[in-house]
């Protein structure tokens, strides 16, 4: 079936809204499964040093990849199990071809699409993905300086990224999320610059706990910016506390907690941190993730996956959805990162998008 078809066609028998697979996806911890997280593809225009293995990774061949039909035919599965948004990633997802299809084609399920991306290509697809029906957008910003952002994406020119957010807003973009990793001995000193700049832009800045990946060789323990102190940082740049905040309209589904400037010439304004390291999420978790090969990960921070695209392809939907709830079976309570980078996952961050 083409995304044309896909567009246009009824949910697969015994998929949505039939008797036959009754309610909605909950794992043995009684978390409600709300959120599906997609990777497009292993492969990106960047090489970001949190995110890639200096000696790179082995790549997917081409036959190992679902298909943008099948994606949008799983996606399709998980909306009939009471899953509410999806969110595409990569590697970079702007390097998948046919993006803007898929898009399109997702949207109509319905569901609600939203994209993560390092903003590379965002001037050139901005336009024609909000058209497709993307309507949450979130940003890969490390850096407001060009030379230190060359040096943690490996090859990312930042003036292409503005330019990409400027394109964003232009079109209809709101409350874009601007995602930083925040690296002690890197970025520290830049995170209230990129919180006000983010601010006078419309944007809603994010900060995230560097996580020990790829078996932790690329995490330096010394490099972890704690929430706590991420949010120092940050209401010592708006000169005002920073209180809890419900983060209505901006929240989504994800694991960001909001806080919001009390005070000054910055009161109302919001900021996310997420924080996997020192305040972990995990009894909130309402998520899964999918690998560009068909893989159903029920945690980032573990290896553990069930294989969704041979049974795709073998039996078709009905036969998937029985085994998405066999898979999700098997979900943990939490996940074992330490802080000293042990009890992270082999796969590498590029692999399963974040």
């Not at 948004?85 to 898929?102: A, D, I, N, S, Y």
């Not at 990129?194 to 330096?220: D, K, N, T």
């Not at 708006?238 to 983060?247: H, Q």
Request: net charge positive; with cysteine.
């Amino acid at each position: 079936m083409t995304l044309v078809q896909l567009r246009t066609a009824r949910p697969p028998s015994g998929v949505v809204g039939e008797p036959s697979l009754p309610g909605t996806l909950v794992d043995p911890q009684a978390r409600r499964i709300r959120y599906l997280r997609v990777s497009l593809t292993d492969r990106c225009n960047y090489r970001c040093t949190y995110c890639m293995p200096e000696e790179g990774i082995d790549r997917l061949a081409r036959a190992d990849l679902l298909t943008l039909e099948e994606v949008a035919t799983i996606v399709q599965v998980f909306a009939g199990l009471g899953v509410e948004r999806v969110r595409l990633t990569g590697g970079e997802p702007m390097v998948r071809r046919g993006l803007v299809e898929l898009v399109e084609a997702l949207a109509a399920i319905p569901i609600d699409v939203a994209l993560t991306t390092n903003g590379a290509r965002l001037a050139e697809l901005a336009g024609p993905l909000r058209r497709a029906g993307l309507r949450g957008l979130t940003v890969s910003l490390d850096s407001l300086d060009p030379a230190r952002f060359a040096a943690i994406t490996r090859r990312g020119v930042l003036s292409e990224v503005l330019a990409g957010l400027d394109a964003a807003g232009d079109v209809g973009f709101e409350n874009i999320k601007i995602n930083t990793v925040a690296i002690r001995g890197f970025n520290d000193g830049e995170l209230g610059e990129l919180a006000l700049w983010a601010w006078q832009r419309g944007h809603v800045p994010r900060f995230i706990e560097v996580m020990p990946m790829s078996a932790g060789r690329l995490y330096v323990p010394g490099e972890l910016m704690p929430a706590a102190e991420i949010r120092e940082r940050i209401a010592d740049a708006a000169a005002a506390p920073l209180v809890s905040d419900s983060g209505e309209g901006v929240r989504g589904l994800g694991p960001a907690t909001y806080w919001r400037v009390a005070s000054g010439p910055h009161a109302g304004r919001r900021v996310g941190v997420i924080a996997p390291m020192t305040e972990n999420f995990c009894a909130s978790c309402n998520r899964l993730r999918l690998s560009a090969a068909g893989s159903l990960h029920n945690c980032l921070a573990r290896d553990d996956a069930g294989d969704l695209r041979s049974v795709l392809r073998s039996a078709g939907p009905v036969a998937l959805a029985a085994r998405v709830r066999a898979v999700l079976g098997f979900k943990q309570a939490g996940h074992t990162f330490a802080l000293d980078g042990h009890g992270g996952p082999d796969k590498a961050m590029i692999s399963i998008g974040g």
